[in-house]
């Protein structure tokens, strides 16, 4: 009992250490890897190099795999080079499970001694992240002695060799039970070691272990497709394609596996080589069969999961992929451009609400005012999506990154109240009476409105790409946009005195109105105040304090003493 439970905690600690490895690099280096595998998908040969490479750092192609169908979900990546990138993937893997399978056991207290002093002493830094994966590494090495100890003590029993000799005659159950391991430890590599450690041990002869090892690479297939469930069918497609090529590969290898084991012993005497160059040997395979069919099996993947359809997820999150969230970086992006999508749907409101204003329509008022209930919805899906990444696993960058989308969606979601309200006032003031605007006051409106919509597509760039220049523009639009405000509240009340008719009917609703285009012009424009803030561009207040005996704002009793006022500086 003492063995198996000793063989127990060594599987554990070895997906274990595989989880610490892959989970740190992708934190300490979740964002290069990402612009490397952007940069490096040119063609089918170069994509599946991109994709070995990654891997074999993250040592897992399912994270590789997650990333990827973020790519297509995004519509950054065409399919076909995603499913050849994940083809490279499994090569990867395979190479690191080479790697690893080698005596390493010596290193493992040293990695682990580097690892904890540097995770402890600097823990939020890079250091710190770089400590996490020495610790994976450490553990995952001393994992695969302690399996190789327990092992061989459990080939003693009885019951064990009763159990082996029973794997040993039915290749289909070694298959199922390589895939579900590898599911249940969410990593094909933590699989092919044990499978490896066990053979070498003589726990299992090889042909037993080479059932396991087709079985895994089918789990790790299963898992990415598990993982991705709840995504968009466009980020489903690349998981489910990648698992095509993997069960194809398994019904060409599996009817030849007896044939080639006698093979593989007699090329490496040493069983656990021969498990995992067998490992190796399936993917590259693989990889160089299926390399010229990935645009087939691209369509074969778009038949199992269709396309969504854009017009149908107008009103819904469909960036906000849950399978990203395993990488911060990659969350923070998805996030991003679902606040770009609810800032879409403002702009839509926006544009219909000169519409409304000159057409007096009031199904379309109705249908904008609806649109409100999306905005809301947009907000709280993006905010609790963010809620969902750790702030202490990002670096200062995406801190500051996590923090712009938190305002920039709340200050979305505030100027859609706003129009809300306006259409409102704009169907009780001026439509359900029967009243129109001046001319002159109708060209004020447009005016402001057009000014609107260019600074909220001014502002979508400020966000998308935090240009400076282009944020000094836009506080630049604020200025302007507060004097015309001003000028056309003068000009208004000059009509009022030479009794324009129309200009008396409909003063409140347009005071009202130019007042909110402020307003809503305000919200834009916050979004420049970040970024002109970390550029050292922003002033620290609009008011200049003057020292001086103004007794008109003393308090009486007060006057002979000195007091400050504050006066507005000029913009």
């Known amino acids: 009992m003492r063995a198996l439970l000793n063989l127990l905690a060594a599987i554990a600690l ?60 995004q519509g950054l990546v065409a399919l076909p080079l995603a499913l050849a990138v994940m083809l490279g993937a499994d090569v990867g893997t395979s190479l690191m499970v080479v790697l690893l399978s080698f005596d390493l056991s010596w290193l493992s207290p040293l990695l ?14 890079a250091a710190g992240r770089v400590g996490r994966i020495l ?57 092919v070691l044990l499978t490896a450690s066990m053979a070498a041990t003589g726990v299992i002869p090889v042909e037993v272990g080479m059932g396991l090892v087709l079985g895994a690479n089918l789990g790790s297939g299963a898992l990415a497709v598990v ?40 090329a490496f005497r040493d069983p656990a080589t021969a498990i995992v160059m067998f490992h190796l040997g399936f993917n590259v395979a693989v990889a160089l069969v299926f390399i010229g069919l990935t645009l087939a099996v691209a369509r074969a993947a778009v038949r199992l999961v269709p396309r969504s359809d854009r017009k149908l ?80 696993e990002l670096d200062e960058a995406e801190s500051r990154r996590w923090a712009d989308i938190i305002s920039f969606t709340i200050n979305l979601e505030q100027i859609g109240d706003i129009i809300e309200r306006v259409l409102l006032d ?39 790409n935090g240009s400076l220049r282009e944020a000094q523009q836009l506080m630049e639009e604020k200025v302007r ?17 030479d009794n324009t008719v129309q200009s008396i009917e409909t003063s409140s609703l347009h005071i009202d109105l130019i007042s909110e285009f402020k307003r809503i012009n305000s919200h834009i424009c916050s979004i420049a105040y970040p970024i002109l803030e970390s550029a050292g561009a922003l002033a620290p207040s609009r008011l200049t304090l003057v020292v001086g005996n103004d007794d008109a704002a003393m308090p009486q009793g007060a006057r002979n003493e000195p007091a400050p006022c504050f006066r507005e500086r000029p913009a």
Request: one cysteine or more; aromatic letters at 6%; a positive charge.
């Open 135 to 191: 610790i994976g590494l450490g553990l995952m090495l001393l994992a695969l002695r302690m399996v190789g100890e327990s092992a061989a003590i459990l080939t003693q029993a009885p019951a064990v060799r009763a159990l082996l000799a029973s794997l040993s005659s039915d290749l289909m159950l070694e298959i199922t039970l390589g895939a579900a391991l590898a599911m249940a430890a969410y990593s094909s590599l933590a699989i």
């Open 227 to 266: 993982t991705t469930a709840r995504a968009t069918p466009e980020t489903r497609q690349v998981p489910v394609g990648n698992l095509l090529f993997k069960c194809l590969g398994v019904m060409l290898a599996a009817p030849f596996a007896g044939l080639v084991a006698p093979e593989l012993k007699a």
């Open 14 to 73: 070895l997906v274990w250490g595989t989880q610490l490895v892959r989970t740190g690099i992708l934190r300490a280096f979740g964002a290069d890897l990402r612009k490397v595998l952007a940069r490096s998908i040119g063609n089918r040969f170069s994509a599946a190099l991109a994709g070995l490479g990654i891997t074999a750092l993250v040592q897992s192609s399912t994270a590789t795999a997650l990333i990827v169908s973020a790519f297509v979900g």
């Open 426 to 464: 704009i169907e009780d003031k001026k439509i359900r009476k029967g009243r129109s605007f001046s001319e002159a006051g109708m060209a004020e409106i447009c005016e402001l409105h057009a000014r609107l919509k260019t600074n909220l597509r001014l502002c979508m760039s400020v966000f998308l």
């Open 481 to 497: 946009f507060r004097e015309l405000e001003r000028a056309y509240a003068t000009t208004h009340l000059t009509r009022l005195t």
């Open 313 to 392: 997820l107008a009103g819904r999150p469909h960036h906000l992929d849950p399978s990203a969230l395993a990488t911060p970086s990659l969350a923070i992006s998805c996030a991003a451009r679902e606040a770009l999508h609810q800032a879409d749907v403002v702009e839509t409101m926006l544009q219909g609400m000169l519409k409304v204003i000159h057409g007096n329509d009031l199904q379309l008022a109705h249908e904008l005012r609806q649109l409100d209930d999306t905005v809301d919805e947009l907000y709280s899906a993006i905010k609790y999506y963010l809620t969902k990444i750790s702030r202490a």
């Open 112 to 125: 682990i001694f580097c690892g904890v002093v540097l995770y402890t002493s600097r823990q939020a830094s």
